[in-house]
């Protein structure tokens, strides 16, 4: 049922009764402002000036406003928690002013506009490019004016690096410097600079890229101390070092050139090294059969002469039988050497000497004549002129003593 229906008395939404209009704004602010006013000690809320509450008063009004501004007082130094999480470091800074580094966890300071916090990352791997820069894609795009520098010989090369530093002092790295990473990549720039212009092209093209990076990270660290920036050089990485592209054909034969003399020296090497020891094994041997030979050459002296040293004895004690021993020794010797056939023609009956142990062959059988046929032991005997009852032996007993009795004529 509608408010202006019949029978209601066309009463209005405002509680009012006629054809009266919408109350007056004035009127309305006018009663907010009168229950505000009592709540801290200024009336009953009713709208009139001269009325006072029966239960409010000064002291009321008080204890509002402190309860007010406790609150108020209490969230503003709430405002002033802060967590650091891991990984961070807060620099806690006071008008303005350094005045500690948390570590990770909860902190409070004095809130805005007193006191302030700056959380920074000690843990992110930051990187220096110098000499290119990477856009999007992960494309290397050169940086002519960083890349380019002079060599010890006056020549160009073209290098580009890479340095990744990290934060280790908060305070110097936020108010030492007003850019620290843009500082850092002009410090890492000189010193490479400085560390190029100290060697030759050819040794930063070859085998120095390793040595240049380490001097350059030292130049670099000591550089970053004297500064107290704040940071702390983690690596210094070559990406590239090769000649202007104006020259890389002729830099190339010329590489091309070192390696080949490089490849020749390692052959000469090998093979040397594959002579000399066989040399020395040969020279080592024959020296030691050398000495083997001088050995064996005194010895055999030694014992001859002992030898003779001994007969000598023999003679003087003996004279006639060391001489008869001597010469039997000398022909025995030397007719056990001779192949030739010895006849006595003085005797009556001829002596046939013939070396027996020459007519057997080396299994024992006796050879055969030139006829073919053996020659056993009677054949022999018969042959020699010696009868049944005659030994070779004697004959050849016989023998030995016409020759001695010849030999002593």
Excluded: C
Excluded at 384 to 400: C, I, K, M, Y
């Amino acid at each position: 049922m509608s408010w202006n229906e019949p029978g209601r008395g066309n009463r209005d939404p405002w509680g009012s009764s006629g054809n009266q209009g919408p109350p007056d704004l004035d009127e309305v602010v006018k009663k907010l402002r009168g229950k505000f006013g009592g709540l801290f000690g200024g009336g009953n809320g009713s709208g009139g000036e001269g009325d006072s509450g029966s239960g409010g008063g000064p002291g009321m009004g008080t204890a509002g406003i402190g309860i007010i501004v406790g609150i108020v007082g209490l969230v503003w130094l709430a405002s002033g928690i802060y967590i650091i999480d891991e990984g961070f470091r807060g620099v806690e800074l006071r008008f303005g002013a350094y005045t500690r580094t948390t570590t990770p966890g909860p902190h409070w300071h004095p809130p805005y506009p007193i006191g302030s916090v700056e959380r920074v990352n000690v843990e992110q791997r930051r990187v220096a490019e110098i000499g290119y820069q990477t856009t999007a894609g992960d494309r290397a795009q050169k940086v002519a004016r960083e890349a380019l520098m002079l060599t010890q010989d006056e020549n160009i090369v073209d290098v580009r690096l890479a340095v990744q530093y990290q934060v280790n002092d908060p305070r110097n790295f936020r108010f030492n410097f007003r850019d620290p990473d843009n500082t850092l990549k002009q410090v890492a720039e000189s010193a490479l600079r400085e560390v190029v212009g100290k060697r030759r092209l050819d040794f930063v093209l070859t085998e120095g890229r390793t040595e240049v990076a380490q001097e350059t990270r030292r130049v670099l660290s000591e550089a970053l101390d004297r500064y107290q920036a704040g940071l702390e050089v983690v690596s210094v990485d070559i990406q590239d070092v090769q000649p202007p592209e104006q020259v890389q054909g002729a830099f190339e034969d010329a590489i091309m050139a070192r390696e080949d003399e490089q490849r020749k020296i390692n052959q000469a090497n090998a093979y040397r090294n594959e002579i000399l020891p066989r040399a020395q094994g040969e020279a080592a041997r024959i020296r030691e059969e050398a000495e083997g030979y001088r050995q064996q050459v005194v010895a055999l002296a030694e014992g001859e002469s002992d030898r003779f040293m001994a007969l000598l004895r023999e003679y003087e004690q003996a004279p006639e039988v060391t001489r008869e021993r001597l010469y039997l020794d000398a022909m025995s010797e030397i007719l056990g050497r001779s192949s030739k056939v010895m006849i006595d023609s003085s005797s009556g009956d001829p002596l046939l000497y013939l070396p027996l142990d020459r007519l057997r062959d080396g299994s024992g059988r006796a050879r055969s004549d030139g006829a073919g046929n053996a020659l056993d032991s009677d054949v022999l005997n018969r042959r020699l002129g010696t009868g049944a009852g005659q030994s070779p032996g004697s004959a050849t007993d016989r023998g030995r003593g016409d020759l001695r009795s010849r030999g002593g004529n």
